[in-house]
T-cell receptor
Framework: AQSVTQLGSHVSVSEGALVLLRCNYS??????LFWYVQYPNQGLQLLLK??????LVKGINGFEAEFKKSETSFHLTKPSAHMSDAAEYFC????????????FGTGTSLTVIP | GAVVSQHPSRVICKSGTSVKIECRSL??????MFWYRQFPKKSLMLMAT?????????EQGVEKDKFLINHASLTLSTLTVTSAHPEDSSFYIC?????????????FGAGSRLTVL
């Protein structure tokens, strides 16, 4: 079965500081991994995706994530937080064995302190 | 880029009435659409997979007679919450996978917030 665990439901960082949002996955086959961002009362927007190509994936808004198979992790990082980064972030996993259905983590709420 | 539109964005209804939410793929054809439910401060729960021209596939624990899904065309899926009750109040989000380039990436609608009084 596929699942995603996001450690830390709330993360606070100062503006300009490093952002690190953690995601660990469980999958019986090579997974596809995604990070989505959600602003209040809006749908989800794709930040970046890993689909078995390069393990370091760069996304929009300066975010990147690294796929580490040995650690079953796909943590999201950004070198310098901006006020506009405050939002809810979801990690998701999918694979062909489940018909490419998506399974989401419980989300991490990022607060940026000025 | 791929755009998925949901309507209405907000709806308030009385208990016992039915509410229909539309999900449209505006610039691509979607043979498969997904309906999620999101509770406050919680993750997205996959409710069902909507398949064009056939019956929807519901996740375990989701009442198919309560949440009717119809995927009548390649660009439209509808979710009808029948005989809505206050516990059905939630944020409902649809998504679609655009075939071809960028496959296996879901594009999400902006969501529909349902409040049942």
């Amino acid at each position: 079965a596929q699942s995603v665990t996001q450690l830390g439901s709330h993360v606070s960082v100062s503006e300009g500081a490093l952002v690190l949002l953690r995601c660990n996955y469980s999958s019986s086959v090579p997974p596809y991994l995604f990070w989505y961002v959600q602003y209040p009362n809006q749908g989800l927007q794709l930040l970046l995706k890993y689909t078995s190509a390069a393990t370091l994936v760069k996304g929009i808004n300066g975010f990147e994530a690294e796929f580490k198979k040995s650690e079953t992790s796909f943590h999201l990082t950004k070198p310098s937080a901006h006020m506009s980064d405050a939002a809810e972030y979801f990690c998701a996993v999918s694979d062909w064995s489940t018909g490419n259905q998506f399974y989401f983590g419980t989300g991490t709420s990022l607060t940026v302190i000025p | 880029g791929a755009v998925v539109s949901q309507h209405p964005s907000r709806v308030i209804c009385k208990s016992g009435t039915s509410v229909k939410i539309e999900c449209r793929s505006l610039d691509f054809q979607a043979t498969t659409m997904f309906w999620y439910r999101q509770f406050p401060k919680k993750s997205l729960m996959l409710m069902a997979t909507s398949n064009e021209g056939s019956k929807a596939t519901y996740e375990q624990g989701v009442e198919k007679d309560k949440f009717l899904i119809n995927h009548a065309s390649l660009t439209l899926s509808t979710l009808t919450v029948t005989s809505a009750h206050p516990e059905d109040s939630s944020f409902y989000i649809c998504s679609a996978r655009r075939p071809g380039a960028g496959a296996n990436v879901l594009t999400f609608g902006a969501g529909s917030r349902l409040t049942v009084l």
